[in-house]
């Protein structure tokens, strides 16, 4: 039906998926049969209809006209300031909350990782990430 192997593989696998939570509702295997081909049927209809609709979205798109070079909105040039902000506030961080900080929220590490990558304690960095926050906050209230 959806003429996609990547697809069609997603769509055994939800299907099996669900299949593992539903199993002791079947008395034999000929329900167990039916049961799943109506939902890999109902899983490929809805990954045809999501592509139909991304199709359309892309189409659009593509013949939406070309926006003109504008002036920079309010709200942009208030963006702008706020980040500069926020960079000064972070770049006046202790070096070892600054550097929790950007391993957390730049590089997207979790507290464990960050831990184990600086050889401190897990809640030494939720400390530090908490004061950091702190200190954004009262930078920008």
């Known amino acids: 039906?959806?003429?996609?192997?990547?697809?069609?593989?997603?769509?055994v696998a939800v299907s099996f998926e669900r299949?593992?939570?539903?199993?002791?509702?079947?008395?034999?295997?000929?329900?167990?049969?039916?049961?799943?081909y109506t939902v890999a049927r109902n899983e490929a209809i809805d990954c045809l209809?999501?592509?139909?609709?991304?199709?359309?979205?892309?189409?659009?798109?593509a013949q939406a006209p070309e926006p003109e070079c504008r002036e920079p909105l309010e709200s942009e040039i208030v963006y702008a300031k706020l980040m500069e902000k926020i960079s000064l506030v972070i770049q006046s961080l202790?070096?070892?909350?600054?550097?929790?900080?950007?391993?957390?929220?730049?590089?997207?590490m979790d507290t464990r990782a960050i831990a184990r990558k600086l050889n401190?304690?897990?809640?030494?960095?939720?400390?530090?990430?908490?004061?950091?926050?702190i200190q954004l906050r009262q930078a920008l209230l």
């Open 1 to 11: 039906m959806v003429k996609e192997s990547e697809d069609a593989k997603d769509i």
């Open 19 to 36: 299949l593992s939570g539903n199993r002791s509702k079947f008395k034999n295997a000929d329900e167990l049969w039916g049961w799943l």
């Open 49 to 61: 209809r999501k592509r139909d609709v991304r199709r359309k979205t892309q189409n659009e798109l």
């Open 94 to 108: 202790p070096e070892s909350r600054k550097r929790i900080f950007q391993l957390h929220y730049g590089s997207g």
């Open 120 to 133: 401190i304690a897990e809640q030494t960095v939720r400390n530090q990430l908490n004061r950091a926050i």
